[in-house]
């Protein structure tokens, strides 16, 4: 079973939270201007549309897309965007939260990223990716040996 009951999306929310806090007490540096921060919605909105995108692929496939059951996964889904990405979906809030990393401007909020792909991978991916295996056995293995956790096609 998984190592919490947390679902993703509220580590993320939490992930933004701190990282508006950390830029209204702590900025470090303005790094550019508010026009130059507006490039953070097109990355926040890159990242929306992959979540989208991926939900849509689970949906066509009908399994479920409750991060908090994969157990539950009928299908292992390895088209579209899994093809370079074993979580796609994890990536989006990624993309979201660095979209608002750059629209808040200021070097700090840049500090909550790698903590929210570490706290991720652990807490959530993780125990995800042992539950697959146990579901799918060589399938999901063979499918992990050819696609990076987080981006990227392994040689």
Do not use: C
Request: net charge positive; charged share 15%.
């Amino acid at each position: 079973m998984l190592k919490t009951r947390i679902p993703p999306p509220v580590y993320a929310l939490l992930s933004a939270l701190t990282m508006w806090r950390l830029h209204l007490s702590f900025p470090v540096m303005q790094l550019w201007g508010a026009e130059w921060g507006r490039i953070g919605w097109v990355i926040g909105l890159a990242g929306l549309l992959l979540d989208g995108w991926s939900v849509v692929l689970f949906l066509q496939s009908r399994t479920t897309v409750n991060p908090m059951r994969p157990d539950r996964a009928r299908h292992l889904v390895i088209s579209g965007f899994y093809r370079f990405s074993r979580n796609p979906m994890y990536l989006g809030l990624l993309l979201q939260l660095s979209g608002w990393a750059v629209w808040l401007g200021s070097a700090s909020p840049f500090a909550i990223l790698p903590l929210f792909v570490g706290v991720l991978t652990e807490m959530q991916i993780k125990p995800e990716e042992n539950m697959l295996t146990i579901s799918f056995g060589d399938e999901y293995k063979e499918y992990g040996r050819h696609v990076h956790r987080w981006f990227g096609r392994k040689v």
